[in-house]
């Protein structure tokens, strides 16, 4: 192997992240995908690698469901590289249940925990609504209500307060990401909680936090500087 073709894998790798970077995986193939994901134990020849698991088992889901030695035997990949695709349905499905079996979320540690493993895969900025009881219990699963680019989403109060209604939350969270920036929010962070917070409050409906998760970092903006916004809540400890 020459080092011609070592460069034309490193590089085939770098345009997959920064596509993957820019526009989320939805923007991926299957074929970008698994190539991709191999790219990281195989230094070369993972388009080809790809190219032969996919017609083996015809998905990228088939493939990750499909035993280690199966998967070394019809796409010529190391164990090593098995091992790495069967740990994505198992990592995908420890996240559903973390999510499905969070308790009571009283507590601006626990929503930071909450919203850090919701927006954990993002690539893009995403805005989510959470409806709970007065007692903190989920009321349904959290909504992404808004998608964006890596460096913005766009929603409205509206849409906010449409949730809240068809749920028929008494309380709710909020909670955006900026995948690649800091957690503190921006100004137009702070005058967009300010609108959603007064627009609910005639509704009789309560904003508990606003938590915003970066990418090292999250925020809860009631207990870090911005809780006059906020209506009083009993029971949300910091």
Same mark, same amino acid.
């Given at each position: 192997?020459?080092?011609?073709?070592?460069?034309?894998?490193?590089?085939?790798?770098?345009?997959?992240?920064?596509?993957?970077?820019?526009?989320?995986?939805?923007? *991926?193939?299957?074929?970008?995908? *698994?190539? *991709?994901?191999?790219?990281?134990?195989?230094?070369?020849?993972?388009?080809?690698?790809?190219?032969?698991? *996919?017609?083996?088992?015809? &998905?990228?889901?088939?493939?990750? &469901?499909?035993?280690?030695?199966?998967?070394?035997?019809?796409?010529?990949?190391?164990?090593?590289?098995?091992?790495?695709?069967?740990?994505?349905?198992?990592?995908? &499905?420890?996240?559903?249940?973390?999510?499905?079996?969070?308790?009571?979320?009283?507590?601006?540690?626990?929503?930071?925990?909450?919203?850090?493993?919701?927006?954990?895969?993002?690539?893009?900025?995403?805005?989510?609504?959470?409806?709970?009881?007065?007692?903190?219990?989920?009321?349904?699963?959290?909504?992404?209500?808004?998608?964006?680019?890596?460096?913005?989403?766009?929603?409205?109060?509206?849409?906010?307060?449409?949730?809240?209604?068809?749920?028929?939350?008494?309380?709710?969270?909020?909670?955006?990401?900026?995948?690649? $920036?800091?957690?503190?929010?921006?100004?137009?962070?702070?005058?967009?909680?300010?609108?959603?917070?007064?627009?609910?409050?005639?509704?009789?409906?309560?904003?508990?936090?606003?938590?915003?998760?970066?990418?090292?970092?999250?925020?809860?903006?009631?207990?870090?500087?911005?809780?006059?916004?906020?209506?009083?809540?009993? $029971?949300?400890?910091?």
């Amino acid at each position: 192997m020459d080092k011609l073709q070592k460069d034309n894998y490193t590089a085939l790798k770098k345009k997959l992240r920064e596509k993957y970077d820019k526009n989320g995986i939805s923007a *991926l193939s299957e074929r970008e995908i *698994l190539t *991709l994901i191999i790219s990281y134990s195989e230094p070369v020849f993972a388009d080809i690698f790809a190219d032969k698991l *996919l017609s083996a088992f015809g &998905s990228l889901n088939a493939v990750c &469901s499909a035993a280690p030695e199966k998967l070394t035997s019809a796409g010529g990949i190391s164990q090593s590289t098995a091992a790495l695709l069967k740990l994505i349905p198992v990592l995908a &499905s420890v996240s559903a249940e973390k999510l499905d079996n969070t308790s009571d979320i009283n507590s601006p540690h626990l929503a930071k925990q909450f919203f850090t493993m919701l927006f954990s895969n993002s690539a893009r900025e995403k805005f989510a609504v959470y409806a709970v009881t007065d007692k903190f219990s989920a009321v349904e699963q959290p909504r992404i209500i808004a998608e964006g680019t890596s460096v913005a989403v766009s929603c409205s109060v509206a849409d906010i307060v449409s949730y809240a209604l068809d749920s028929g939350a008494v309380r709710i969270f909020i909670a955006h990401c900026h995948p690649y $920036g800091d957690s503190t929010p921006s100004s137009d962070d702070v005058h967009f909680t300010m609108e959603i917070v007064s627009a609910l409050k005639k509704l009789g409906i309560s904003v508990i936090d606003h938590i915003i998760t970066g990418q090292n970092s999250a925020f809860s903006m009631r207990t870090q500087g911005y809780g006059n916004i906020f209506p009083e809540i009993a $029971g949300y400890d910091s």
